[in-house]
């Protein structure tokens, strides 16, 4: 049993920076690869990132590479998302997802993960 929790959101002006944390609880935490996922109003809940188990790869949406960073602290069960050049487009509920496994697949579809925290709002104004 993982528990997530997100915290980091906020508003912030367009070109602006934010950084996105997801506590988890749980023992194995190493053995799950960690997602992170946005919901805009009236839109589907769509991948933003991946960070694998194992720490050393990680995939982006076409959306986001190049401007988000995704990280983790397997020492402080936590997950993060750096967020650079905020755009409007990115203003969504952010939610991180944790999935048990062993494989280097870049699970991008929300309904393969195990665990979710409850999300976080990112408001990006023009």
């Known amino acids: 049993q993982v528990h997530l929790v997100e915290s980091g959101g906020g508003l912030v002006q367009a070109g602006g920076s934010l950084r996105l944390s997801c506590a988890a609880s749980?023992?194995?935490?190493?053995?799950?690869?960690l997602g992170w996922f946005r919901q805009a109003p009236g839109k589907e809940r769509e991948f933003v990132a991946i960070?694998?188990?194992?720490?050393?790869?990680?995939y982006y949406a076409d959306s986001v590479k190049g401007r988000f960073t995704i990280s983790r602290d397997n020492a402080k069960n936590a997950v993060y998302l750096q967020m650079n050049n905020l755009k409007p487009e990115d203003t969504a509920v952010y939610y991180c997802?944790?999935?048990?496994?062993?494989?280097?697949?870049?699970?991008?579809?929300?309904?393969?993960?195990?665990?979710w925290g409850q999300g976080t709002q990112v408001t990006v104004s023009s």
């Open positions: 749980g023992r194995t935490f190493s053995s799950y690869s």
């Open positions: 960070i694998m188990w194992s720490g050393g790869t990680a």
């Open positions: 997802a944790a999935k048990s496994t062993s494989s280097y697949s870049p699970f991008v579809n929300s309904n393969q993960y195990d665990y």
